[in-house]
Each structure stands twice: as C-alpha cells, then as structure tokens.
C-alpha cells in the first residue's frame, strides 16, 4: 500500500526561512523552517492525505495504533516505527549534543521516572527508553559540522597556533592558553568537565577568560589573514567567530575546537553512532535518526545540561571524521547502511538527460521493512508488487512493506528510509 503524507516544518530558532521550501518547490512559510518530520514520531507525526484508505486514521501514529500489522508488516518486532526521516535547514549553528546507547536510555528513562520528573520537563535527559544514532546526507553544495573527539596531535597543532597568534599580539595572555594545556594533558574527558562547569559557573571563572581569549585571537588571526598571512587553522578559527557571534561567552566556543570540523559536499554522508558529540552548523540535508527524543546537552545552548549524565554519555575516544560510503546496488541506486536495525537510506537519482532514452529509466529497491520516500528532484512512477503511485517534487509516500520490491521510473532524486538488514 503507498499512502500520501505531509508535514509543516517545524519552526525552530536556528532554521532556514527558504532552504525546505526552495527545495520541495513549495512557498515559504516566513518563519524558520528547520525541520520536515516523516514518520511516526508523537511529536509531530506524519498527516495522511487521504484517512478514507487506512480506515480513518488523521496521521501516522492513530494508523500504526490501529493497524499495526498492516503499517508494519506482521513480522515487526514492535508496534512502532523505529525511524524518522527529515529534511533539516540549518541557518543557524545547532548544540553540541549526543545521544545515549539503547542500554543508557533504558536506564535513564526508568530512573527519571521513578524520580517523578515529566516527560516534558526541562530538566529531563530521557525522554523515552531508546538510542539515538543519525545520518546526514548533505543536499547543499556544503554542508558544515562538528563531529567527534580530533586526533590530540591536531589538538596540540591548534594550541600552538594560538600561541603564536598571542605572541602577535600587544598584550599576549599565554596564562590563558597555558590552561587548555595543562587540562588537556590530563585527558580529554578532564577537559570537557572543567570547560562545562566552571564555563557555566559564573563570570568569574578561568574558562572564561580563556574563552574570551581565544574569540581575540581568532578575531586577530582575521585580521593578520587579511594583510596576507597564512592562517594554519583558519576554518577552526572562523568556527569560533561564528559560535562567538551566536553564542557569546558560551564554553562549547572553546570546546569546538577539540572536535573534527567537517565541510561536507553534496552527496556525502556523515554517521554519528551513540555518544559522538556533534553539532551541525550550516547547510541542507536528509537526516535519518532512531526515532527518539534523547538529547544530552554539551553547550551552545541556553537548555538545560547534565554535565555527569553527558560524561557518562560521551565517547572520548578521538576519530576522524566519520564518513559512511554507500553500498552501490546498481546505477543510479545507493543504500546508506549504518549497521543499526532501526534505519538505512536509499539514494534514488535518475539523470534528466536520460528522459530520451528507451525505455525511461529504471531503479529497483527490494524493501527491508516499512518504508518513506520522499521526491526532491523531477518525477516518478513508483510501482510494488500490489500498487504504485506517482510521486513527484515535495511529494512524499508511506510504503508498506508487503509491496516488496519496489520499482521507480523517472528521472529526478528521491530518499527512501526504511528499516536495517
């Protein structure tokens, strides 16, 4: 069965005014647009464009409830969709954040909830008992973020810039630098719990004077770039411009610096399993997370952080950036497999130079469980093994999986979420 579905972009602060909608072909809304949720998620789950053909049900969530075998298949472990596929546009930089293993998040759900604390309090961590790994396929020609714990020997190469920036200056504060040092040489996980609680302890604090330092000697390395000299960590530094400007005096500033700065290009693809810290910056993408809720904070924000349940959450070991390739299927057809149950992504691009050949392009997806697809480019016709429906530029379609193998002939880009192998 391919039912319609639909969304309104949620409208937080940090969103694009015009990147969904010039994508989709729709009209902005003049708010923010930041997020396009496809799923079943409760808290803004998919609108059914036509109730009559699941029986009545308004969205996802009331069908899924009522019709769970036919949503899911009657082989699924659970009456839940476990992904949820979006359209994200950052205008703004995102927190720092992580998410917890299933294991974390079974723990944390039950004790908050013995605690008495509401679901939707502000103060919660755990909002539900499940992980949160996420992909993001880049869709703008760039596509910036922070991801994961540097190699220290980059680390160290961005302290001894600093140095030397300071060195540069009139009035040079290498006490302030000698800090980050010094912390550092106990470890990285030393390091974050200094920054974060005595960052967030008042205005009295050594990280903020090392936070206001280093915002000088990045705005000072501007402006030695401009009389022409060569800026070892320029990108780095213009990341803590940005932050500063965003987020003045906040300690994320400082601790962006120990993690990898990614520009992705369009097409690539970013995995960020349980316990990478991350934040996306800039850009347009197809995001595809577990469908959860669970958020521990790390900085940039005003929200509430937990600083020993974001330590417990933490993955200090330092990587590099964490690139997924994809699996080729055939051409034209590449699947995006993290290795987690819950989701993988299929990549459907059809070029619009071949609409004069014959017979008119084909890609074939054999469905590993239920299934979104949503169309960003051109046209398709997409056939299964009991229906099909056209679905074209900002359509979007629920597929479940007793159409098996599905079979799309046109010419454009679609995303397909669906379950893992």
Request: charge should be negative; include cysteine; aromatic fraction near 6%.
């Amino acid at each position: 069965m391919f039912v319609g579905i639909t969304n309104t972009p949620r409208n937080y602060a940090w969103g694009s005014t015009h990147a969904i909608a010039d994508l989709l072909g729709q009209a902005p809304s003049g708010e923010p647009e930041a997020e396009l949720w496809l799923g079943a998620h409760a808290g803004s789950p998919s609108v059914i464009e036509d109730a009559a053909l699941v029986g009545g049900a308004a969205n996802l969530v009331e069908w899924i409830k009522a019709s769970p075998a036919v949503a899911l298949g009657a082989d699924s472990a659970a009456p839940r969709l476990p992904f949820l596929l979006k359209i994200l546009a950052a205008g703004r930089p995102l927190s720092l954040q992580a998410h917890p293993t299933s294991e974390q998040a079974r723990a944390g759900f039950e004790l908050e909830n013995d605690a008495g604390i509401a679901v939707d309090a502000g103060n919660r961590n755990y909002r539900d008992p499940f992980h949160k790994p996420e992909l993001i396929f880049a869709l703008s020609d760039t596509f910036e973020a922070l991801c994961g714990f540097r190699p220290l020997a980059e680390v160290r190469g961005i302290i001894a810039e600093l140095r030397l920036l300071d060195l540069a200056t009139e009035n040079p504060q290498a006490a302030a630098i000698d800090s980050l040092e010094n912390h550092l040489a106990q470890g990285l996980r030393g390091t974050v719990d200094w920054l974060l609680r005595d960052g967030r302890g008042g205005d009295s604090g050594e990280v903020k004077w090392l936070v206001e330092r280093v915002v000088e000697l990045a705005e000072h390395a501007e402006f030695l770039a401009s009389g022409g000299a060569v800026i070892g960590y320029a990108r780095e530094l213009a990341t803590v411009r940005l932050l500063a400007t965003e987020y003045p005096g906040d300690p994320g500033i400082v601790l962006a610096l120990l993690l990898n700065r990614v520009s992705l290009r369009r097409g690539e693809v970013i995995y960020l399993p349980p316990g990478n810290i991350h934040a996306y910056l800039s850009g347009l993408g197809v995001e595809l997370m577990a469908a959860s809720d669970n958020v521990l904070r790390g900085g940039l924000t005003p929200k509430h952080i937990d600083i020993e349940e974001l330590l417990a959450v933490l993955d200090f070991t330092p990587v590099s950036a964490p690139y997924l390739a994809p699996v080729v299927d055939a051409p034209g057809v590449s699947r995006y497999r993290p290795g987690v149950p819950d989701f993988e992504l299929v990549h459907i691009a059809a070029d619009a130079d071949a609409v004069t050949a014959t017979p008119v392009p084909m890609r074939q997806i054999t469905l590993t469980g239920p299934a979104i697809a949503i169309c960003t480019a051109g046209g398709f016709l997409v056939a299964g093994g009991l229906s099909s429906r056209p679905l074209k530029r900002g359509q979007s379609v629920y597929i479940t999986p007793e159409e098996g193998t599905l079979t799309f002939a046109g010419t454009g880009e679609v995303f397909l979420a669906t379950t893992g192998r």
